[in-house]
């Protein structure tokens, strides 16, 4: 296929175009070339990579239900996520070994692609657990990832780790030889998360959510992050984060911001009941909170939301989209989020008003 007469992003800009695809991408022409659909000025972009997603449409990742995995593929690709990470919560082995066999052993029938996993815990701090159930928590333990790791098949490409726990300095270590390990639900103070990035740590978890406030004599997580050239995440509903903060942390991180959905099983669905990681939450407004509580969990966004609001937010639309596909993927150690010769057909296309128009997957148009 050819797609002719379009905008397409080419490191990290746009450029007039037409590209050439079948599985993978062949080639990248003039954008007056003939061809099979004239886009007629349209934005074609990397497929985009949600690197932290627990669910949608009802389903989620640490349920262990083999069923549940197809309708999440097929959510994601029709919300223009190509590659996405299952990412769990803080449960016991037990709960968490099935549900990553479970991932291990899906085989997608079309939809958006399992890249890997991310371990959003059990590693995790109690005074910053958030929507993670404290009686599940674990110190950092290498023995435990790695069977963990063992039961997703060796997809584990993201862990997050409160570096401050006994044994959390060691683990990251030796952890981030085999995956990318992450700062997040965390107290760590900068001089702390600097050691942690020192022995190997490279990301920060939903920078300012679970962790402790950038404070001028404080910095934290947030100011380690930003000296020590890691790469962090963003929730981009509006609701986590003030547009003011999205901006600034656009300018303080750039190519390193990552947009994240940090979806639950509630996006995609009504207003109600639901739950997480054995918790009942409630979601109102697209708001979801530990019932009962303000604390936030998570949100009810598709990452392709996430990426309008950064640009309704004040951020360039060619510094949304590398950081929703290319900068995610480099920051997880994935091949995907760029149009490059030979890559995967991974695209979407998206009209003048960020609506979405098309998505392939592997060069196949999946339905939007």
Same mark, same amino acid.
Not at 11 to 18: N, T
Not at 180 to 208: I, K, P
């Given at each position: 296929m050819r797609i002719t007469n379009a905008r397409i992003f080419v490191d990290r800009d746009f450029v ?74 803080? %449960?016991?082995?037990?709960? /968490? ?6 991932? *291990?052993?899906?085989? =997608?029938?079309? @939809?958006? $692609? ?119 995440? %963003?929730?981009?509903?509006? /609701? ?6 999205? *901006?600034?942390?656009? =300018?303080?991180? @750039?190519? $390193? ?112």
């Amino acid at each position: 296929m050819r797609i002719t007469n379009a905008r397409i992003f080419v490191d990290r800009d746009f450029v007039p175009g037409s590209l050439d695809f079948d599985r993978a991408i062949r080639s990248l022409g003039p954008a007056d070339a003939p061809g099979d659909w004239d886009v007629q000025g349209a934005w074609v972009i990397p497929g985009l990579v949600d690197i932290h997603t627990h669910g949608a449409v009802g389903e989620d990742f640490s349920d262990g239900k083999p069923e549940g995995l197809q309708p999440l593929a097929d959510y994601y690709a029709a919300h223009g996520v190509t590659s996405y990470l299952a990412t769990t919560m803080t %449960l016991k082995e037990e709960v /968490l070994a099935p549900a990553l066999r479970a991932i *291990r052993d899906f085989r =997608r029938r079309g @939809g958006a $692609k399992c890249a890997g996993v991310h371990l959003e815990g059990p590693f995790l701090c109690y005074a910053k657990r958030g929507a993670q159930a404290a009686e599940n928590l674990h110190r950092p333990d290498v023995p435990l990832f790695r069977r963990l790791n063992d039961a997703s098949g060796g997809q584990v490409k993201l862990v997050t780790v409160a570096c401050e726990e006994e044994g959390g300095m060691e683990f990251i270590s030796q952890v981030s030889r085999e995956c990318t390990v992450s700062l997040g639900h965390s107290v760590a103070g900068y001089d702390q998360a600097m050691e942690a990035f020192q022995r190997g740590a490279s990301h920060a978890t939903h920078l300012f959510n679970g962790m402790e406030p950038l404070h001028h004599r404080q910095p934290g997580i947030i100011g380690a992050a930003a000296d020590a050239g890691a790469s962090v995440e %963003l929730i981009c509903d509006g /609701l986590h984060i003030h547009p003011a903060v999205v *901006r600034l942390t656009h =300018r303080l991180f @750039g190519e $390193k911001l990552n947009l994240i959905s940090d979806s639950l099983r509630c996006a995609g669905m009504p207003d109600g009941d639901y739950t997480l990681g054995g918790q009942p939450i409630t979601v109102k407004g697209g708001r979801a909170t530990l019932t009962g509580t303000d604390t936030l969990a998570g949100s009810s966004i598709s990452l392709l939301d996430g990426l309008r609001r950064a640009v309704e937010f004040g951020l360039p639309l060619k510094d949304a989209v590398y950081a929703a596909s290319t900068a995610p993927a480099l920051a997880a150690r994935l091949s995907a989020g760029t149009i490059q010769p030979g890559r995967p057909a991974d695209l979407v296309v998206l009209g003048q008003d960020l609506e979405l128009l098309a998505v392939f997957v592997d060069g196949e148009r999946q339905k939007a």
